[in-house]
Structures are given as C-alpha cells and as structure tokens.
C-alpha cells in the first residue's frame, strides 16, 4: 500500500517535501511517480523514478525546483518542492508501475497502483 504524506499550506517561494511510505516495501523495486491534479484540470505527471533510482524525469513546469528521489532501505519515495508557486496548488498522488516495470513513465495509464492523495496549497 502507497501512502502519500507531507502536504499542507504554504506560501509561495516555499518548501515541502512530500512522502510516499510503501508498507511492506511490496513496491520497492517498481519504479514511481508523483503526479497532481489541480481543481477542474486532468492528473499530470510531476516527477518520476525509475528502479534503482539512477533515472529521474521531471515536467518542465517543476523542473529546477523540484526533486524526486528514492531511499531503497525504507522503500520511501520522496518530493522535494522548493520555490513553489500558486500554480503548484494540487493533490498530489504517489503512484508505482507494474512488477515488470523499473523504468518509469510519464502517462498516468502506466501506474498500477496508487496511493492517496495529499493536499498541496500555495498562498501568496
């Protein structure tokens, strides 16, 4: 089970950094991602890993700012978020691919499992 934490209100110019607990470590080895969805838009992809960790990706609106990154003893993937801007103002979703899948990729169809969301807000 995928369990995203570390959200919360923040002004713009700041941080957070966001936590998706694998319990069991089941998903250790798939590769992930972190996707949002702002009010009355579709889900995008923000950041993705890949198995071991070596491969990264990053939408060109975070790019710079954020960081994704994977501690392969606790199974725990992180995002981290500097500079944020109103525009960041979303649920984030944690989300892994398949068992077949170490690479990761940016279209939300390729995840299979999926954690909750937490919620993001940037005031100004």
């Known amino acids: 089970q995928l369990q995203a934490s570390g959200g919360g209100l923040v002004q713009a110019g700041g941080s957070l950094t966001l936590s998706c607990a694998d319990s069991?470590?089941?998903?250790?080895?798939?590769?992930k991602g972190w996707f949002r969805q702002a009010p009355g838009k579709d889900r995008e992809i923000v950041a993705a890993?890949?198995?071991?960790?070596?491969?990264?990706y990053y939408a060109d609106s975070v790019k710079g700012r954020f960081t994704i990154s994977r501690d392969s003893d606790t199974a725990t993937v992180y995002l981290q978020m500097n500079s944020l801007k109103l525009e960041d103002t979303a649920v984030y979703y944690c989300?892994?691919?398949?068992?077949?899948?170490?690479?990761?990729?940016?279209?939300?169809?390729?995840?299979?499992?999926w954690g909750q969301g937490t919620q993001v807000t940037v005031s100004s």
């Open positions: 989300a892994a691919r398949g068992p077949t899948s170490s690479y990761f990729a940016t279209q939300s169809h390729d995840y299979v499992y």
């Open positions: 890993i890949s198995w071991p960790g070596s491969n990264t």
């Open positions: 069991g470590g089941t998903f250790k080895r798939y590769a």
